[in-house]
C-alpha cells in the first residue's frame, strides 16, 4: 500500500511521523510534532536501520512489509536503544522470527533487559563491517551521545551515515523527507532545542565522537528524527561543533520570576542596559509562562545568561528553582552570568543565586542588583548598569578552545 520514499538507490525511509503526542519523554513540548526515522536497505541481504515508537508500530509494518514485497528481514540494526527507537522490536520479531539483531554488547544487554530478546542476536565490535552484499556496513561506536551502547552505521557503499539520535530535530517531516526537498528554516531552533535538552549534558562525547567522524566520507547523514541531510551537512555538523564545545553567541538570555511584577521591572531594567552596552540579541523568558525547553535552547544559543527572582517562602521562586537545576543537570559551560533579586520583608534570592553561580564556576558579573519591595530610583540605575557589564563581559572575544579531549 504505501509507497515508501527512496533515499538512495537501495535505501527507502520507512519512518513515521508523531503528530499526537504533547510531550516527548513526558516532559519536552512538542508543537510541530516529531518524526521517529526508520531506514531499510534493499540488497542480496536486507537491513532495517532502527524501529520506530510502538504507538506506531502498525503503519510501520506496513511500509516495511510495502517495501519487502514478500522478502524476508535479514537484520535489524540498532543505533540506539531509546524505546521511541526501539519500541517495535517485538512486532518485527513477530513478522520476522529469522532475523538478526545487530548491535554492540551495552545494546544486547539492554535488548534483554528492556524486551526479553536474547536470541537471533550479532554482537558486533567497533569499526567492524557487515557486508548486505553491495552494501558494507561499518559500525562507528559513539557512547554517551547520550546513552552508553549508542553508534552510528556507516554505510560505505553510498556514504550514508545513520547517525541514531545525533544530528536530530523535534518536528514532523511533511512531505519530503530529504532536506532538498523542503524548507529547512524552522528546524533549526528544533534542532537546538532537542541538542540543548537531550544531548546537552554530553558536550565531551560528542566532541569525541565527531572527531571519530572527521575521516569518514559521508554525504548524507540520515537521523533517526527530523529531516535527512544532505544540501545542508556542513551547517549541521558545525551547529553539533558549537553546541557541544558550549559556544553562545553573541546574545543574552534574562529570565525572571515575578508574582506581581516588581521583578519583572527589574528584568525590563536589565535588558535596557543590555541595548545600552550594544547587545542585540537579547531574549527575554518569563519562567511562568515559558516552557524551560525553550529557555534552555536559548542559554545554549547565547553566551549570557541574567537570572532574576523573588524570595518565596525563603528561598528563590519555585519555576525558577526548577530551572537552575535543569541547567546543573546539563552543566552548561562558558557562560557570562549576571543576578539580580528582590523581597518584600526576608531576603533569600540573591544569597541562592550566588550558591548558583559559585557551582556553576561561571564569569559572573560583579554588579548585583537586590531590592526590598518596590523598584527604586537607585536600584533602578543599579539594574541598568548590571545590564552593561554583562554586555561588556559578553563581547570580549573569546578564543575558542580545541576538540574537547
Not at 53 to 68: A, N
Not at 216 to 221: C, S
Not at 386 to 398: H, M, T
Request: aromatic letters at 10%; hydrophobic letters at 35%.
Amino acid at each position: 500500500m504505501f509507497q515508501n520514499q527512496k533515499i538512495t538507490k537501495d535505501i527507502y525511509y520507512v519512518g513515521v511521523n508523531d503528530r499526537q503526542k504533547h510531550k516527548f519523554e513526558n516532559m519536552i513540548p512538542l508543537p510541530f510534532g516529531v518524526s521517529y526515522n526508520s531506514y531499510l536497505i534493499m540488497d542480496q541481504k536486507t537491513a532495517l536501520i532502527d524501529t520506530v515508537d510502538i504507538s506506531m508500530g502498525d503503519i510501520f509494518i506496513d511500509k516495511i512489509q510495502s517495501q519487502l514485497q514478500g522478502r524476508t528481514l535479514d537484520y535489524l540494526i540498532i543505533n540506539h536503544m531509546e524505546p521511541d527507537h526501539s519500541g517495535s522490536i517485538r512486532i518485527i520479531r513477530q513478522y520476522y522470527p529469522e532475523l538478526t539483531v545487530v548491535g554492540n554488547s551495552k545494546t544486547l544487554s539492554m535488548l534483554n533487559g528492556f524486551y526479553g530478546v536474547d536470541t537471533n542476536t550479532k554482537e558486533i565490535k567497533d569499526g567492524e563491517i557487515l557486508s548486505l552484499g553491495t552494501h558494507k556496513l561499518q559500525f562507528h561506536l559513539t557512547p554517551m551521545v547520550h546513552w552508553p551502547e549508542t553508534m552510528m552505521t556507516y554505510d560505505q557503499t553510498d556514504k550514508v551515515l545513520f547517525s541514531g539520535d545525533a544530528f536530530g530535530a523535534f518536528g514532523t517531516l511533511d512531505g519530503s523527507v530529504i532536506d532538498k526537498d523542503m524548507n529547512v528554516d524552522r528546524y533549526w531552533d528544533e534542532m537546538t532545542r532537542y541538542y540543548a535538552n537531550i544531548v546537552g549534558k554530553y558536550g565531551a562525547a560528542v566532541q569525541k565522537a565527531l572527531q571519530k567522524l572527521t575521516p569518514v566520507d559521508f554525504e548524507m547523514i540520515c537521523s533517526t528524527h527530523g529531516p535527512i541531510w544532505k544540501e545542508h551537512i556542513t551547517e549541521v555538523v558545525d551547529l553539533y561543533d558549537q553546541l557541544s564545545r558550549y559556544e553562545g553567541d553573541e546574545g543574552v538570555v534574562v529570565v525572571y520570576g515575578s508574582m506581581y511584577g516588581f521583578t519583572e521591572l527589574m528584568a525590563e531594567t536589565v535588558a535596557q542596559g543590555l541595548s545600552q552596552g550594544g547587545i542585540k540579541n537579547i531574549i527575554i523568558h518569563n519562567v511562568s509562562k515559558t516552557d524551560a525547553s525553550f529557555i534552555i535552547r536559548d542559554i545554549f544559543k547565547y553566551r549570557g545568561l541574567v537570572v532574576g527572582s523573588p524570595t518565596y517562602s525563603n528561598e528563590l521562586y519555585p519555576e525558577v528553582e526548577s530551572l537552575l537545576r535543569k541547567i546543573e543537570i546539563r552543566g552548561i559551560k562558558n557562560r557570562i552570568f549576571g543576578y539580580f533579586g528582590s523581597f518584600t520583608w526576608a531576603g533569600a534570592a540573591v544569597k541562592r543565586l550566588s550558591t548558583f553561580a559559585e557551582t556553576m564556576k561561571w564569569v559572573t558579573a560583579e554588579i548585583i542588583v537586590e531590592e526590598k519591595q518596590g523598584l527604586k530610583a537607585e536600584n533602578y540605575q543599579a539594574c541598568l548598569d548590571l545590564g552593561r557589564q554583562v554586555a561588556k563581559l559578553v563581547k570580549q572575544p573569546v578564543e575558542r578552545k580545541e576538540h574537547c579531549a
